[in-house]
C-alpha cells in the first residue's frame, strides 16, 4: 500500500512539473518577445523617445524583460526540480533580482501616475517639469529606491542541505522575516497601490468632468484620454497580478495557512500570476494604443523585408536577371499556362537593375 501510494505520489509530481515547466516557458516566450517589440518600437523613433511617457513605459519594459530573462527560468527550475544546482551566488542573487525589478516596475508605474496628473491637471506648470533631463533624474531614483529596498533580499536566501538535498531557502530568522516580509508590503505594494488609485481618481475625474465641449473634442485631449487609458490598465493589471503573492505571505504571518499540499500549488499559483504580469503590458499596448500597433507593424514589416532582400542577394545573377525580364501575367492570356517572356530595351533594363539595386539596399 505504500508503495503503491508513493508511486502515486511521484506520477502526480511528474505531471505537475511538466505543467509548471510548461507555464513557465510560455511565459518566458511572451515576455521576452512582447517586451522586446515593445524596447524595439520606442528605440526606433527617436521622436518618442524625447516623451516623457514613453521613457517610463521603456523603463517598466526593461524591468519586465530583466525579469523575464534572470528570473523566470530559475523560478521554474525551482518547482521542477528537486533540488537547486546553480549554486550559492545564484541563490542570492535571482531572489534579489526578482524584488529589485518588483520595485522598479511599482515606482515606475507610482511615478507615471504622478506625470499623468501633472500633464493633464496641471498643463502649464508641467511643461517646466516634464522633461527629459527631469524624466531621466526621475528613473534614476526609482532603480535607487528599489536597490535600497531590495537590497536585504541578496542576504534573504541561503543555499542550504537539507537532509541530503541542496535547497535555496530563507536563511533569516522568524522575526526578521516576519518585518522584511511586511516592509515589502507596505513599501512595494500597499503605498504605492493608494498612490495610484488617488492620483488616477483624480485625473479621470479631471478628463471626464472638469472640461468642455470644445475642449473634449480636441485631439490632444483625447490623445491624453488614450494614454491615460492604457497606463490606467497596465497599473490595475499590476496590482491584479500582485495581490495574491503579497495575500499569501500576510496570512502566513497573521493568519491561518497550513503547510499542505493545497496551500503549496496555491502558492505556486501566485507565483505563476504575478509573474504572468510581466508579458501583459505588450498586449495591452497592442490592444489600446494605436501607436504601438503602427509601431510592431513597422518592426514586423523591417524583418520581413530583411528576409526578402537576403533572399534576393543570395539569388543567382541569372536567376535575377531572368525575373525582371519575365513580362506581369496578370493582364495576359496563356493558352499553354507557360509564362510569357518579353525582352526589355536596353534603357528598360538600366531602369529595372536601379530599380532592384535600390532594393536590395533598402
Known amino acids: 500500500m ?3 501510494q508513493q508511486m502515486h505520489f511521484s506520477s502526480n509530481r511528474r505531471v505537475e512539473s511538466a505543467i509548471i515547466a510548461s507555464v513557465f516557458a510560455l511565459i518566458f516566450v511572451l515576455g521576452t518577445v512582447g517586451n522586446c517589440l515593445v524596447l524595439a518600437v520606442l528605440l526606433r523613433n527617436g521622436q518618442m523617445n524625447s516623451k516623457t511617457t514613453n521613457m517610463f513605459i521603456l523603463n517598466l519594459g526593461l524591468a519586465d524583460l530583466c525579469f523575464i530573462l534572470f528570473c523566470v527560468p530559475l523560478q521554474a527550475t525551482i518547482y521542477a526540480m528537486d533540488e537547486w544546482v546553480f549554486g550559492a551566488f545564484v541563490c542570492k542573487m535571482v531572489h534579489f533580482l526578482i524584488y529589485l525589478t518588483m520595485y522598479a516596475s511599482v515606482f515606475t508605474l507610482t511615478a507615471v501616475s504622478l506625470d ?5 491637471c496641471y498643463p502649464l506648470h508641467a511643461r ?3 522633461t527629459p533631463h527631469n524624466t531621466l533624474a526621475s528613473i534614476g ?6 536597490l535600497v529596498f531590495s537590497s536585504p533580499y541578496f ?9 541530503g538535498t541542496t535547497v535555496c531557502v530563507p536563511a533569516w530568522g522568524i522575526q526578521n522575516r516576519k518585518a522584511m516580509d511586511i516592509c515589502t508590503f507596505v513599501f512595494g505594494y500597499l503605498i504605492p497601490v493608494l498612490v495610484l488609485g488617488l492620483t488616477y481618481a483624480r485625473t479621470i475625474r479631471y478628463l471626464w468632468t472638469s472640461v468642455d ?5 480636441c485631439d490632444s485631449r483625447l490623445a491624453k484620454r488614450r494614454v491615460t487609458k492604457m497606463i490606467v490598465i497596465v497599473a490595475v493589471l499590476f496590482c491584479l497580478c500582485w495581490l495574491p503573492h503579497h495575500l499569501i505571505i500576510m496570512c502566513m504571518w497573521f493568519g491561518h495557512f497550513p503547510l499542505n499540499h493545497a496551500t503549496y ?4 499559483l501566485s507565483h505563476l500570476v504575478a509573474y504572468t504580469n510581466s508579458c501583459l503590458n505588450p498586449i495591452v499596448y497592442a490592444l489600446v494604443s494605436k501607436h504601438f500597433r503602427k509601431g510592431f507593424r513597422k518592426v514586423f514589416g523591417c524583418v520581413a523585408q530583411k528576409r526578402l532582400a537576403n533572399k534576393v542577394n543570395m539569388a543567382p545573377q541569372a536567376q535575377t536577371v531572368s525575373l525582371v525580364e519575365v513580362g506581369s501575367s496578370d493582364g495576359s492570356n496563356h493558352s499553354d499556362g507557360s509564362a510569357k517572356v518579353r525582352f526589355l530595351s536596353k534603357s528598360e533594363r538600366k531602369t529595372a537593375m536601379s530599380a532592384c539595386m535600390t532594393f536590395n539596399v533598402t
Open 213 to 217: 465641449l470644445v475642449q473634449e473634442v
Open 128 to 130: 517646466e517639469l516634464r
Open 155 to 163: 542576504s534573504y536566501y541561503q543555499q542550504m542541505d537539507l537532509n
Open 116 to 120: 499623468r496628473y501633472l500633464a493633464i
Open 265 to 268: 500549488v496555491l502558492r505556486i
Open 2 to 4: 505504500n508503495t503503491s
Open 141 to 146: 531614483v526609482v532603480w535607487t529606491l528599489s
